[in-house]
């Protein structure tokens, strides 16, 4: 087989890819080592920044995002009896979407199916071959048969657990990490959110977010050990703890029922250097990770899929190098930035086990600093809407 873009992973980072490489006439193949309907019940992010929703609206699929996403113009911080608000409009002039990356997922298998994409499913063994000569070709076995695409260039796409960044020889490769001495353990219920826009809470028992999909759909998170399992927590436990970190008027206003999504998620910073290796090139978590603090993961994903095919059509319009050349460094430069935001906001509302007490005043000064002061709510805002790419 052959094919100009062979795609590794069919996660939101290579359907958005694949489909808008098929929109300006390049075509590619993706393979996804998991079943469609197992790509689709996994409850990831849910917070769009503008210039996702713009690459929705370029690769043909923002239709039913335009129509029952929910934009939000401000999210809510809270800390002991102090909650305040940043306005995301005031400070930057732009919004953000209320849509789950399943709902992105989903459009974007349709989308494909729709155009006769071709997506491989239940691939094992993936091996790239020659990544780094002019001969580049993936192989992969599929209902016990093996088969190798020839191709052009080949999109790792397969998150932190792929196969393509361990592709790239560890004598080019650098990787920065930092592991978080926490979880997330998050829900999901089928009731009212108990606010219109995201709390971001900080309490002496640790973090809580209180965030949601749509009218009858909630989904919470509450800061937790990494020993601790999924079934530590029964419903009644979670909502009891989610209730102490949060302000009392919200907790009395909780509308809570039994949770039909429960896991939980460990925080990590990882960035691995350079994103590009001959004909291979990385994008979203199979070359980097932000902890979940703040919704940046699946919009830096995106930001690299925008420079990706951006490089990819100016290379198959013209012939020009340039944007598949500056790949790596623009990809890079950004991401360091989402990594920045993501460990700030991170560090502004978490307990670590270690912290000592001027630690926990350093944060408070911090929120009240925050709290008080546009210079810093716009920095905020800022970062949080998406920075431009
Ligand atoms: P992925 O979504 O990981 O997709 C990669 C795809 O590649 C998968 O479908 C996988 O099955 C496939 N694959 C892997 N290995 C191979 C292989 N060898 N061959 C073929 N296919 C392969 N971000 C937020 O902004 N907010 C959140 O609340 C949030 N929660 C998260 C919770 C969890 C548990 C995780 C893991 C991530 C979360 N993220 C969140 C991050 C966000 O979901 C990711 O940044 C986003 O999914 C990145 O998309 P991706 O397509 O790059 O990678
Ligand atoms: C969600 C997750 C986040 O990490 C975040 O900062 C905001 C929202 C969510 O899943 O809704």
Known sequence: METQVVIIGGGPSGLLL??????????????????????????????????????????GVSD?????GYPHDGTLISYGDEIFRIDFPEHTGHSVMVYGQTEVTRDLYKAREEAGGLIEFEVDDVQIHGADTDDASVSYTVGGETRRISCDFIAGCDGFHGVSRQAIPLDVRREYEKVYPFGWLGVLSETPPVAHELIYSTSQRGFALCSMRNENLSRYYIQCSLS????????????????????????????????????????????????????????????????????????????????????????????????????????????????????????????????????????VAELEFLRTNASAQKAMAENYVGLPY
């Open 18 to 59: 694949s489909q808008l490489l098929h929109v300006r006439g390049i075509s590619s193949i993706v393979l996804e080592r998991k079943t469609k309907s197992y790509v689709l019940s996994r409850i990831r992010a849910g917070v769009l920044e503008r210039g996702l929703l713009a690459l929705m609206q370029e690769a």
């Open 64 to 68: 039913r995002m335009e129509a029952e």
């Open 228 to 363: 601790d399992k999924p079934s530590d927590w029964t419903d009644t436990a979670f909502w009891e703890e989610l209730k102490r970190r949060i302000p009392e008027k919200y907790a009395e206003a909780l509308v809570t029922g039994p949770t039909i999504e429960k896991s939980i998620a460990p925080l990590r910073s990882f960035v691995t250097e350079p994103m590009r290796w001959g004909r291979l090139f990385l994008c979203g978590d199979a070359a980097h990770i932000v902890p979940p603090t703040g919704a940046k993961g699946l919009n830096t994903a995106a930001s690299d899929v925008h420079y990706l095919y951006n490089g990819l059509r100016q290379f198959y319009e013209s012939g020009d190098t340039s944007g598949i050349d500056g790949y790596s460094a623009k990809a890079l430069a950004r991401v360091w930035k989402a990594e920045r935001f993501s460990w700030w906001f991170s560090s502004l509302l978490h307990r670590y086990p270690d912290q000592s007490e001027f630690d926990i005043k350093m944060q």
